[in-house]
């Protein structure tokens, strides 16, 4: 594989783990390994589907400021709400997009917002 093929593999893998988290990233790419090289394209070729689990509009606001490096403190203040409810969202988040940190959640946020 060329070095500019090479680069664009692993930019591509780098943004499927920041969307779609480590765990999930990894499982990703194992199936798609089994797959035959016209399963492959086809796959290539079929449109997006949404996620199973989309986060919930609350959600979005509490891993977006979680992407501006707001504390867990000044999310609460921002959405005037209790910080044990953000921790909560933030365990949230964490399940539906099979992420395991705050960090990979920060990562997702800023993949989403270019």
């Not at 090289?37 to 290539?44: G, H, P, S, V």
Request: net charge neutral.
């Amino acid at each position: 594989m060329s070095g500019t093929m090479t680069a664009f593999c692993e930019r591509v893998v780098d943004s499927l783990r920041a969307q779609a988290g480590r765990r999930a990233a990894d499982r990703l790419m194992a199936a798609g390994r089994r797959l035959s090289q016209d399963e492959l394209m086809t796959e290539a070729l079929a449109p997006p589907t949404p996620t199973d689990k989309p986060l919930s509009s609350r959600e979005l606001e509490v891993a977006e400021l979680a992407g501006q490096g707001l504390s867990n403190e000044q999310i609460a203040s921002t959405l005037v709400i209790s910080r044990r409810t953000v921790e909560t969202h933030l365990d949230h988040i964490r399940q539906k997009l099979d992420l395991t940190s705050r960090y990979e959640i920060v990562a997702w946020a800023l993949s989403r917002s270019g």
